[in-house]
């Protein structure tokens, strides 16, 4: 996604660590601590707030055109090829999430935010100019997803790197809630703007061109040392991964092929460069590994949701997108909440219950839409706020949790590959199961549904036939935690 990141309270106090350096960096590894000069305060929380707008402003693009992409696939004459105009989008989301997290060990923050800011202006303007082709589409939104995730990841870099205790909560809380809130907000903008042009989706987010000048000034410029920018590593590992979802999205064996290609020359780079981005010892921490694997099972099914409700609107209900689009308000409402409360439920339950929690939600959100969204739209409604309070619960956890498996010389990467691991596998779970949401493979599976006949039976017999598979994605992901729960948590702190 977007897109829940917080460091929860939980993690133990270093003041009373010994004074030997092992045992401070120990410390401060556990709680994720700044270790280098500390810019003004005031200054870093009045750029950290003017980068979530940035931000918000990027990612309501996300959700609208997640939620509209069949209607736009039609209306550019490439129905069949509709999901690409989330899940290309989603994969450049991915791998920006990724190249600006490392990149914050090693630039100025202030010039990457400049740089995207610029991106993501070119970006709108380009979408609402030339919007003719899917080619054109993908690219305008690609260009703008490269632009604002600048702004998203300097965020998290900032809050990680200079602020600390309830000041870190507070901003990765508003940080939380901002993705939320952008979700409300894209899902009514497109609902609206479908019936009179989608294109104006595009110019949303160049409101962000107000806050340039105040960016400027206020956003810190970031360590710029530590290392050089390894283009060929960031280009290898990219386009490993561009190639991998495309493959999902289109299931033509020369691009996993070519996938697996770049990421063995990636795997061979790096083994011999003298200073590659990440090297090879980051992939063999164990605990890192068992970690992020919560992030690829959990993420996997969010960006298939606001399209799938979309379909079960018009196709079961027979209701207009902009009436599922309120429809759905509620439900981000309630996920703003509970974000905004993470970093106190996290305080409360710890990480490892708050992630059984929050996935125990989205599961029960799945199911419960399975049996009775064809009930009606009050059901949807229900099972919505489940489902997307559970989301907004689990970012804060699981975000921190696979987080503080590496040492804070690697938070930047850290950052980067969470970002990464959370965009590019939602956008591998909706090539995957795109084509199903928009059409019908499932439309023979059992089910309950008095009230329904033919094509509206058949539209609800295939919506649940993918929410029982999303159920499955969960429990996956629930199992997974319990069985390794012991080695991800060998500090103890859970």
């Known amino acids: 996604m977007a897109n829940d990141k917080t460091d929860a309270t939980s993690i133990s106090s270093t003041r009373d660590a010994s004074k030997n350096q092992t045992s401070m960096r120990r410390a401060a590894q556990r709680d994720n601590k700044p270790t280098g000069t500390m810019p003004d305060p005031r200054a870093t929380k009045t750029a950290l707030l003017m980068l979530l707008v940035v931000y918000v402003l990027g990612t309501l693009c996300l959700q609208a055109f997640d939620m509209v992409f069949a209607q736009v696939g039609a209306a550019v004459g490439a129905p069949g090829q509709a999901s690409l105009i989330s899940a290309v989008p989603g994969v450049v989301l991915g791998i920006a999430c990724f190249v600006y997290g490392a990149l914050g060990d090693f630039v100025s923050l202030r010039a990457m935010t400049a740089v995207g800011v610029a991106a993501l202006l070119s970006g709108s303007i380009l979408g609402f100019v030339a919007h003719s082709t899917l080619l054109l589409v993908v690219l305008a939104r690609s260009i703008q997803t490269l632009g604002y995730q600048a702004a998203g990841s300097a965020y998290v870099v900032i809050a990680s790197k200079y602020l600390t205790g309830r000041d870190k909560v507070l901003y990765f809380g508003f940080f939380t809630a901002g993705f ?224 503080d498996t590496l040492p804070i010389d690697q938070s930047g990467r850290g950052v980067g590959m969470n970002d990464l691991s959370m965009e590019a596998f939602a956008s591998i779970g909706v090539a995957i199961f795109g084509p199903a949401i928009t059409g019908s493979a499932f439309r023979r599976s059992l089910m309950f549904a008095p009230g329904l006949s033919g094509a509206r039976l058949a539209a609800a017999a295939n919506a649940s036939a993918l929410l029982w598979i999303f159920v499955a994605v969960q429990l996956t992901g629930i199992v997974w935690l319990l069985a390794f729960s012991r080695r991800i948590y060998q500090n103890g702190v859970r």
């Not at 970031?222 to 590992?237: M, V, Y």
């Open 180 to 403: 939320q809130l952008s979700s409300l907000i894209g899902v009514l903008c497109a609902g609206f703007l479908s019936s009179v042009g989608w294109q104006w989706l595009f110019l949303i987010p160049a409101l962000a061109a107000v806050m340039i000048v105040p960016l400027k000034r206020t956003v810190p410029r970031g360590a710029a040392a530590g290392g050089s920018i390894d283009i060929l590593g960031f280009t290898l590992f990219g386009a490993g991964i561009l190639f991998l979802t495309l493959f999902f999205s289109q299931l033509l064996w020369w691009e996993i092929a070519l996938s697996m290609a770049l990421f063995l020359a990636f795997a061979a780079y790096i083994s011999q460069a003298r200073h590659p981005f990440i090297t090879p010892a980051f992939f063999r921490n164990g605990r890192w590994l068992s970690a992020i694997m919560l992030i690829v099972v959990l993420y996997l099914t969010q960006f298939c949701c606001t399209p799938l409700f979309d379909q079960i609107g018009q196709k079961v209900y027979g209701i207009t997108t902009e009436r599922v689009s309120l429809l759905l308000a509620p439900s981000f409402v309630a996920a703003t909440i509970v974000a905004c409360s993470s970093g106190a439920i996290v305080e409360k339950l710890g990480r490892r219950t708050a992630i059984l929690c929050a996935a125990g939600l989205e599961t029960f959100g799945y199911a419960f839409l399975a049996f009775l969204s064809p009930a009606g739209p009050a059901m949807l409604l229900l099972g919505a706020c489940l489902l997307y309070s559970g989301m907004g619960m689990l970012y804060s956890p699981v975000y921190d949790t696979v987080l």
